[in-house]
């Protein structure tokens, strides 16, 4: 797991949080289950410093396009902040799912994939 | 969140480090500092659950959850503009969130804000109150500064270790910025027993090895500060050379001065708790480069020649005196009058807040009709009449401007001077009477000055009958420097 990744392809702010909100999309979760299913997800190709979750976390909820609330897990363990989706944050990830698609596609045909 | 021990407590120390680097809302602060804090703790925990010891476990889960500086600035980008984020998002959290910075930290910090406020103080006063070609060269050294000091700033916030290093070449530059300012203010304002003089004489007296005169030329701070600089190489050298003065107080202030010299900062644990993020050794010197020889053009540009603002060659000056002699051979008034104009007028020859504001600019013009009769008694006597007035030639409106003297002298500030208009011609006439005896052979020439803002000036003389055209001098005959 890198610190920091230098080379290669770099995922951008509106991207990453778009990823978020797919995550998002299937179910509740709190900033470590996200990195730790966006790692699993994209099978490690996703490696980014686990701290940036929560600013990008921060920006979505700070834009109304997720919500979050406080979870006691007991055991002495500290409590956990989980995320779910707004209505905005609904129609932010169709739409900006849709742009993503299209653009994979315009990528696709240019690239020859 | 309870306290924490051992490696939870690094856990909460690295929450804090990237907590203090950021700028966001202070209400905010609790949360994400549990929720980040909640973050490390099961990373550390499945470290633990892998086999790692605490510490290990600890190093991976602080390894991976990134660099403090990047995740400070990431979070204040998540509440603020990229602008505000790259400007007060990086200075502010340096200074207003002390937490476990070491005690060193604030001294360096002061180090780099004062050559911030320092390069900030002039540019704005180059701006506003330099002749434009002067403020143009001023402005842009100061910008050329001023990028390097910002990303020095901006570096140690991030806690770049190579900012460390350029506050060593700030120091001195600090030193004699403030050295020079203060020469400069009290040679403008003939300081002599002030602050700002004392300051000056201290650094003249301990190093220049004089003391110093209002008359004194720019070359003598500037072979203080050539000599300062040699001395400053070596402590024991500058100690030896202010004990060769009898100045108990000037040495006083040279250990002070130099024990802020960076030889040995003491300021190692600030050193190891900084970030060792290498920059190439070019960059470093240019940035160098850009401070020293940014800070060097506002003073290089106070003494080239701006073609905005006109010379003597741009003005004309004519001296004309005609005498009035009554019946009885006597002379009973002489008339002098004074015409000038200009081919070119200055642009905002004060700076852009008085072009602003008006006003403000002045030029003084000067006037003497001395000079005794054989009997002793004064040419121009003061009982008697003298009327002055002037007048633009050209489109004959009034030239305001209040005479002051009588007795034989005058010397009269004009309005703006900024007002004046090329290709006019103005007239400023005085009138005096004189007491019976004075025959014409008794007259003695007349010196008319005009003082162009006190950038040059142009004398004339005429006598009775005569007509002159003025010439640049270097000093007025009643009025100058």
């Given at each position: 797991m890198s610190e920091e990744r230098e080379s290669g392809p770099q995922l951008s702010r509106g991207e990453f949080g778009l990823l978020i909100l797919a995550l998002l999309g299937r179910r509740e979760?709190?900033?470590?289950?996200?990195v730790a299913e966006l790692r699993r997800a994209s099978e490690g190709a996703i490696d980014?410093?686990?701290?940036?979750?929560?600013?990008?976390?921060?920006?979505?909820?700070?834009?109304?396009?997720?919500?979050?609330?406080?979870?006691?897990?007991?055991?002495?363990?500290?409590?956990r902040r989980y995320y779910k989706l707004t209505l905005d944050g609904e129609r932010a990830l169709a739409g900006g799912r849709a742009d993503w698609l299209r653009f994979k596609a315009a990528a696709d045909a240019v690239l020859g994939g | 969140m309870s306290e924490p021990a051992g490696a939870q407590a690094r856990l909460a120390a690295q929450v804090e480090s990237i907590l203090n680097g950021a700028a966001f809302r202070k209400r905010d602060r609790d949360d994400l500092a549990e929720e980040l804090y909640g973050h490390l703790?099961?990373?550390?925990?499945?470290?633990?659950?892998?086999?790692?010891?605490?510490?290990?476990?600890?190093?991976?889960?602080?390894?991976?959850?990134?660099?403090?500086?990047?995740?400070?600035?990431?979070?204040?980008?998540?509440?603020?503009?990229?602008?505000?984020?790259s400007t007060i998002g990086v200075l502010l959290p340096t200074v207003v969130?002390?937490?476990?910075?070491?005690?060193?930290?604030?001294?360096?910090?002061?180090?780099?804000?004062?050559?911030?406020?320092?390069?900030?103080?002039?540019?704005?006063?180059?701006?506003?109150?330099?002749?434009?070609?002067?403020?143009?060269?001023?402005?842009?050294?100061?910008?050329?500064?001023?990028?390097a000091v910002f990303a020095a700033f901006a570096a140690y916030g991030a806690r770049q270790r190579w900012a460390l290093g350029f506050a060593r070449i700030e120091l001195p530059f600090l030193f004699w910025w403030g050295a020079l300012l203060a020469w400069s203010g009290m040679a403008a304002e003939q300081l002599e027993a002030s602050v700002v003089g004392l300051l000056v004489a201290f650094v003249v007296m301990t190093v220049a090895q004089t003391p110093p005169r209002a008359d004194d030329s720019p070359g003598r701070p500037a072979l203080a500060a050539a000599r300062s600089l040699a001395?400053?190489?070596?402590?024991?050298?500058?100690?030896?050379?202010?004990?060769?003065?009898?100045?108990?107080?000037?040495?006083?202030?040279?250990?002070?001065?130099?024990?802020?010299?960076?030889?040995?900062w003491r300021l190692r644990s600030l050193s190891a708790w900084m970030y060792d993020r290498p920059i190439p050794r070019r960059l470093l010197a240019g940035l160098s480069g850009m401070l020293i020889v940014g800070s060097a053009l506002p003073f290089v540009a106070l003494n080239v020649a701006d073609p905005t603002q006109i010379g003597p060659a741009d003005m004309?000056?004519?001296?004309?005196?005609?005498?009035?002699?009554?019946?009885?051979?006597?002379?009973?008034?002489?008339?002098?009058?004074?015409?000038?104009?200009?081919k070119?007028?200055?642009?905002?020859?004060?700076?852009?807040?008085?072009?602003?504001?008006?006003?403000?600019?002045?030029?003084?013009?000067?006037?003497?009709?001395?000079?005794?009769?054989?009997?002793?008694?004064?040419?121009?006597?003061?009982?008697?009449?003298?009327?002055?007035?002037?007048?633009?030639?050209?489109?004959?409106?009034?030239?305001a401007f209040a005479p002051t003297g009588g007795d034989g002298m005058a010397v009269t500030a004009l309005p703006d001077s900024?007002?004046?208009?090329?290709?006019?011609?103005?007239?400023?006439?005085?009138?005096?009477?004189?007491?019976?005896?004075?025959?014409?052979?008794?007259?003695?020439?007349?010196t008319f000055g005009y003082d162009h803002l006190e950038r040059f000036y142009l004398q004339a003389t005429a006598g009775c009958g005569q007509t002159s055209t003025a010439q640049r001098v270097s000093k007025l005959y009643v009025i100058g420097p």
């Amino acid at each position: 797991m890198s610190e920091e990744r230098e080379s290669g392809p770099q995922l951008s702010r509106g991207e990453f949080g778009l990823l978020i909100l797919a995550l998002l999309g299937r179910r509740e979760m709190y900033g470590y289950e996200i990195v730790a299913e966006l790692r699993r997800a994209s099978e490690g190709a996703i490696d980014l410093p686990e701290g940036t979750v929560y600013p990008a976390l921060r920006r979505l909820e700070r834009d109304g396009l997720i919500g979050g609330h406080w979870v006691d897990v007991g055991s002495g363990a500290p409590r956990r902040r989980y995320y779910k989706l707004t209505l905005d944050g609904e129609r932010a990830l169709a739409g900006g799912r849709a742009d993503w698609l299209r653009f994979k596609a315009a990528a696709d045909a240019v690239l020859g994939g | 969140m309870s306290e924490p021990a051992g490696a939870q407590a690094r856990l909460a120390a690295q929450v804090e480090s990237i907590l203090n680097g950021a700028a966001f809302r202070k209400r905010d602060r609790d949360d994400l500092a549990e929720e980040l804090y909640g973050h490390l703790w099961q990373r550390w925990q499945d470290g633990l659950a892998s086999g790692l010891d605490e510490e290990a476990a600890a190093d991976q889960a602080i390894r991976s959850f990134g660099q403090p500086a990047r995740l400070s600035r990431d979070v204040t980008l998540a509440y603020h503009s990229r602008l505000y984020a790259s400007t007060i998002g990086v200075l502010l959290p340096t200074v207003v969130t002390p937490s476990e910075k070491p005690r060193a930290y604030f001294a360096v910090w002061l180090v780099h804000f004062a050559t911030f406020f320092a390069v900030t103080g002039l540019w704005v006063r180059a701006l506003m109150e330099w002749t434009p070609v002067r403020a143009g060269i001023g402005v842009a050294g100061c910008l050329l500064a001023y990028l390097a000091v910002f990303a020095a700033f901006a570096a140690y916030g991030a806690r770049q270790r190579w900012a460390l290093g350029f506050a060593r070449i700030e120091l001195p530059f600090l030193f004699w910025w403030g050295a020079l300012l203060a020469w400069s203010g009290m040679a403008a304002e003939q300081l002599e027993a002030s602050v700002v003089g004392l300051l000056v004489a201290f650094v003249v007296m301990t190093v220049a090895q004089t003391p110093p005169r209002a008359d004194d030329s720019p070359g003598r701070p500037a072979l203080a500060a050539a000599r300062s600089l040699a001395a400053a190489r070596s402590l024991a050298a500058a100690r030896s050379l202010a004990a060769g003065r009898s100045l108990a107080a000037g040495r006083s202030l040279v250990r002070v001065a130099l024990s802020f010299i960076p030889r040995d900062w003491r300021l190692r644990s600030l050193s190891a708790w900084m970030y060792d993020r290498p920059i190439p050794r070019r960059l470093l010197a240019g940035l160098s480069g850009m401070l020293i020889v940014g800070s060097a053009l506002p003073f290089v540009a106070l003494n080239v020649a701006d073609p905005t603002q006109i010379g003597p060659a741009d003005m004309q000056v004519q001296l004309s005196v005609a005498c009035t002699t009554s019946s009885s051979g006597d002379v009973s008034a002489i008339d002098v009058t004074a015409s000038f104009s200009f081919k070119r007028t200055d642009l905002w020859p004060n700076g852009l807040m008085r072009a602003l504001s008006g006003g403000g600019t002045t030029d003084q013009i000067a006037l003497a009709v001395e000079g005794a009769r054989p009997n002793g008694i004064p040419m121009i006597t003061p009982q008697l009449t003298q009327a002055t007035t002037g007048r633009d030639a050209t489109d004959g409106s009034p030239l305001a401007f209040a005479p002051t003297g009588g007795d034989g002298m005058a010397v009269t500030a004009l309005p703006d001077s900024a007002s004046f208009k090329a290709g006019h011609h103005y007239e400023v006439t005085s009138n005096y009477s004189v007491a019976p005896g004075l025959r014409p052979g008794d007259v003695t020439p007349i010196t008319f000055g005009y003082d162009h803002l006190e950038r040059f000036y142009l004398q004339a003389t005429a006598g009775c009958g005569q007509t002159s055209t003025a010439q640049r001098v270097s000093k007025l005959y009643v009025i100058g420097p």
